[in-house]
């Protein structure tokens, strides 16, 4: 006779697709009902809606029960999760697949299969947030996302600390939709992707603050553009959302003479984009020392607001920031 497993729904991933089907259990008419059917890609509303429900578990046939534990077993969510990680263990991993993630991303070519990648990137990312927001440190978050990646080029470590700050960030600033903070981690990863049509070594010249040639300035203004183009032409407008490609597009626009894209106005600028030009400029300062070091971001935070350092930033929110900064930093 059929009988039903229950399984966890935190196990699974917006876009995977199961080679099962997952049931859930009508309480009122004890029966279970089929609720995602496999091969169709996992819905992100539908994992919202049960959660907002309260909705913890859900279901599948004992019969089926080989395919969720193979499925299980080559998930990296459940690879996460592993009871037998300690907690630096697993930012250790998430640290390890989130950079494979942007390397991946970097020789994908258009065309390519990209639902594996698109189910880590989902997975890593959840991870990410869930790893963020339940430290109530900034430092030991900072800390915890930072170190270790000495060895990773400045790209990796800019993109890995950028993703980790936008979300606390937007944590700090009271954020809690998992849209918007999965939108944040996604932007904050991605936002320079346009720089590796850069050579190495203007990029390190770019990462540490040295001067650049005229060709190079030029391509520095084109990357936020590059990269939002490289996302939209691997991945269409349905799995990186269209806020997420303005964020990239927009990361640098302020009143300067040196901003870009030169077409964009400030004034229209998200908020998740203002939030994410403060975690990259933070990163980059932080960078330019070569330390990493929590302390630095609080006298970089002082910094920028005492020079007006980087004038397109939206001073209010970096006010607000550095308050919450400052006081977990004397504690
Ligand atoms: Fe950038
Ligand atoms: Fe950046």
Avoid at 141 to 163: A, L, V
Wanted: with cysteine.
């Amino acid at each position: 006779m059929e009988s039903y497993i229950p399984i966890k729904i935190c196990d699974l991933s917006p876009f995977q697709t199961l080679d099962f089907d997952v049931y859930i259990l009508l309480l009122s008419q004890n029966k279970y009902l089929k609720y995602i059917h496999r091969n169709d890609p996992i819905d992100n509303t539908m994992l919202l809606k049960l959660q907002g429900r309260g909705l913890h578990v859900l279901f599948v046939s004992s019969k089926e029960l080989d395919a969720y534990k193979k499925f299980i077993a080559h998930s990296l969510s459940a690879k996460f999760k592993n009871p037998a990680y300690t907690s630096e263990q697993r930012i250790a991993m998430v640290k390890k697949e989130a950079i494979q993630l942007i390397e991946n991303l970097e020789t994908m070519s258009e065309g390519s299969d990209v639902s594996t990648w698109t189910q880590n990137c989902f997975e890593i990312i959840m991870e990410f947030i869930y790893q963020i927001s339940t430290v109530d440190s900034m430092e030991k978050m900072f800390n915890d996302f930072t170190k270790n990646t000495e060895e990773g080029s400045p790209f990796i470590k800019h993109s890995m600390q950028t993703c980790a700050l936008s979300v606390l960030l937007g944590t700090l600033l009271g954020i809690h939709e998992h849209k918007e903070l999965t939108e944040l981690a996604i932007a904050g990863l991605f936002h320079d992707l346009g720089l590796k049509n850069m050579t190495a070594a203007a990029q390190q010249k770019y990462f540490r603050g040295e001067s650049l040639t005229v060709s190079e300035k030029l391509q520095i203004q084109k990357h936020p553009a590059d990269g939002a183009e490289k996302i939209k032409s691997m991945f269409g407008n349905n799995i990186i959302s269209q806020d997420v490609l303005k964020i990239i597009n927009e990361h640098h626009v302020s009143t300067s003479v040196n901003a870009y894209p030169h077409n964009a106005s400030l004034a229209e600028l998200t908020y998740l984009t203002r939030i994410v030009a403060i975690a990259d400029c933070l990163s980059r300062l932080v960078m330019q020392d070569g330390v990493f070091a929590f302390p630095l971001i609080v006298s970089k935070l002082i910094l920028i607001q005492q020079r007006d350092l980087y004038h397109e930033l939206d001073m209010k929110i970096l006010n607000q920031i550095k308050t919450v900064a400052t006081q977990q930093w004397e504690g």
